[in-house]
């Protein structure tokens, strides 16, 4: 979008931001502030972004995380241990190689495992410190809320035969 295409449409946003706080302030005083508060604060963003002074650094910009998880090597694997009476947990351990220029603090990892009615999610974060260049092994709890299925001659629910786990993102430092 060219600078004038975004000026002419800041401009109608402004006009059609105007007309709005006209009639809110006719009617409701406090609302009429609150819109007034939150079409400035719109504007601001919108100029900042427009002359490039809002955002990241343009000499370090930040990386989505799925190119952080593109740039880095990752071999994981789980297991299902109890975790209380009719509750198991799934811990995940693997290295992770950083290719990146950017420290990675953490990974979170997202589990499913059938349960005894459909399947159970869970996810979290397993801290680890892993430089540019680097290879680094991790170990940790993924989540512990999962509360096994139904066989057949046991009374108490047992660990969930399948499950799957991956990586969602990567924690960058």
């Known amino acids: 979008m060219d600078s004038d295409t975004a000026l002419l449409v800041f401009l109608g946003v402004c006009l059609i931001g105007v007309v709005l706080v006209g009639l809110l302030i006719v009617f409701t005083p406090i609302m009429s502030w609150l819109l007034i508060g939150g079409v400035v604060f719109l504007g601001v963003k919108f100029g900042l972004t427009l002359f490039g002074l809002s955002g990241a650094s343009s000499d370090r910009p930040r990386l989505l995380s799925e190119n952080l998880v593109s740039k880095s090597t990752i071999s994981m694997s789980t297991g ?77 629910r047992v660990a969930p035969e399948r499950h799957f786990c991956r990586v969602e993102r990567l924690i960058e430092g």
């Open 80 to 156: 299902v241990r109890p975790a209380g009476p009719e509750r198991f947990a799934i811990n995940a351990s693997g290295s992770i190689s950083n290719h990146s220029d950017r420290l990675i603090t953490g990974i979170k990892v997202w589990c499913r495992a059938e349960a005894l009615h459909g399947s159970d999610t869970g996810s979290g974060t397993i801290p680890v410190a892993v430089k540019p260049g680097e290879t680094q092994s991790f170990s940790g709890e993924v989540a512990n809320r999962f509360y096994g299925i139904a066989q057949s001659g046991k009374v108490l």
